[in-house]
């Protein structure tokens, strides 16, 4: 949609990275941002722009008028046909994808510079390249967005600050316990180490990030102070020692909770699946979901369900795999899906996971933990069994399980490399939903839900941080 010379005193620009689990974030906050009858613009390759509208939650982008998308030539295709099941194969090409709209948003930005008094641009944390040419634009404010948790970006600089100290592991934990407020700590177990959760290529396209990341005027952290209050409070420390933004807001959790209802069953679009749960009993049913970047061996598959069959737990299983083409289907045991018929479905397209966990007959959610996962589960209230599979899940996992504990380990991190067994599943699953443990998880996470609904509520908390970040970038 062109622009008009003087039309908008404030001009938002939203630029995410181009992977589901960044897409999804950036465009709820624009709902958000676009409440407040400010123009926004989500920039980004046209068939992510159409996968993200396929699958938002509770609302539709086509219904708001001044939210528009600039939408450039389609990402290039990286699947080859004689793919392996290698998280390498399809998740490093997104970095090449990623720098290459450093000259499109580039030119985009100063066209839209050019038509207004100030131009906001809101941009992903591993996008930071791809927005530098900011600094030359006189009119323009840069706010970085960062859509993990405040756990992991706190760990991450902590870990650099004793790196750069050259103090040792055991006088970091120490220091650690000093640094945060009201009881929290890092655990005293060591975190999984970034050399084990990312690649090799990965953390120096996020080195790279950090290098040039050297314009933003804030932080937007997409969690809220219920949920990580003490960790956010540190990162403000280190933004301002670190002088980068030293303003902050926790602008999370992003999604219209209050449009979640499994009481309107008389809606013919519903998913088959919320219709199934809808003859569920109350906290009966696993959502097994391991997001979209994730990929399990053929073994880890047979594993799984029978791991989910002989737990005698009724199941959702939304069954992809990130290295496969659209065309091709996970294989599952032969004769599985008319075995579990009546107990557990397969779902093998996107399945409205908000809707799913906001149901009723939802009692736990096996997840990799990716922190989108993670906060829908909180608020929600529905109980976690945790399965990290790549880059901040198994500190996310380390958040459930050990900080908040509302959640417990089917598969802990140091056994990455294992298979994980069905006996092992088998028991996970049954403690998860069984046990005095699982009760104890459910009970914790139904009460920080509560907390965290309230948060959300007009008027509440999440509402006044917004109105705050508002107010700094429409300032006279």
Not at 56 to 69: E, K
Not at 73 to 80: A, I, K, T, V
Not at 428 to 449: D, F, Y
């Amino acid at each position: 949609m062109a622009m008009k010379e003087g039309d908008d005193d404030v001009v938002v620009v939203m630029v995410p990275f181009p992977a589901q689990g960044h897409l999804n974030p950036l465009l709820d906050l624009s709902r958000v941002v676009s409440s407040y009858n400010l123009p926004i613009y989500y920039a980004c390759y046209s068939d992510k722009i159409k996968q993200v509208k396929r699958r938002v939650y509770g609302w539709d982008p086509v219904t708001i008028p001044n939210l528009h998308f600039k939408e450039f030539s389609n990402s290039p295709p990286y699947h080859d046909h004689d793919h392996d099941q290698n998280e390498s194969n399809f998740v490093l090409p997104v970095l090449d994808e990623a720098l290459m709209l450093r000259e499109p948003v580039g030119a985009f930005l100063l066209e839209v510079a050019k038509r207004t008094r100030r131009m906001v641009v809101i941009y992903d944390a591993l996008m930071a390249c791809v927005v530098q040419s900011i600094v030359s634009i006189q009119n323009a404010e840069a706010y970085c967005f960062n859509p993990s948790s405040a756990f992991f970006v706190c760990s991450i600089f902590w870990e650099a600050a004793l790196k750069r100290l050259h103090l040792p592991a055991f006088v970091g934990r120490f220091a650690g316990r000093l640094l945060l407020p009201n009881g929290y700590e890092f655990p005293s177990d060591p975190l999984p180490s970034r050399e084990s959760t990312f690649m090799l290529e990965f953390l120096d396209f996020i080195g790279m990030q950090y290098r040039h990341n050297n314009f933003s005027s804030g932080n937007l952290y997409v969690t809220c102070k219920v949920v990580e209050g003490p960790y956010l409070d540190v990162l403000a420390k280190f933004n301002r020692l670190l002088r980068r933004g030293n303003k902050q807001w926790a602008v999370g959790p992003l999604y219209p909770v209050a449009t979640i209802n499994d009481d309107d069953q008389n809606n013919i679009n519903r998913h088959e699946c919320l219709k199934w749960l809808d003859k569920q009993e109350p906290n009966s049913v696993i959502l097994v979901s391991f997001g979209t970047t994730s990929c399990l061996s053929t073994e880890q598959i047979k594993e799984l369900a029978i791991g989910l069959e002989r737990s005698q737990q009724k199941f959702i299983w939304v069954v992809r795999d990130a290295s496969l083409r659209e065309d091709e289907q996970v294989q599952l045991p032969q004769g599985y899906e008319e075995r579990v018929e009546g107990r557990g479905i397969v779902v093998r397209e996107w399945a409205p996971q908000l809707d799913i966990l906001g149901h009723s007959a939802m009692g736990g959610f096996l997840s990799h933990c990716g922190w989108n996962s993670v906060l829908e589960s909180i608020a929600m209230g529905v109980p976690l069994a945790t399965w990290p599979m790549l880059f901040d899940h198994p500190r996310n996992a380390v958040v459930v399980t050990k900080v908040l504990k509302i959640g417990i380990t089917v598969k802990d991190w140091e056994r990455r490399d294992e298979l994980i067994t069905f006996t092992t599943i088998e028991t996970s699953l049954r403690k998860l939903m069984e046990s005095l443990e699982g009760k104890e998880a459910r009970k914790r996470v139904i009460e920080l839900s509560e907390r965290v609904r309230q948060y959300m509520m007009d008027g509440g908390d999440l509402k006044m941080e917004m109105n705050s970040f508002i107010a700094h970038i429409t300032r006279s």
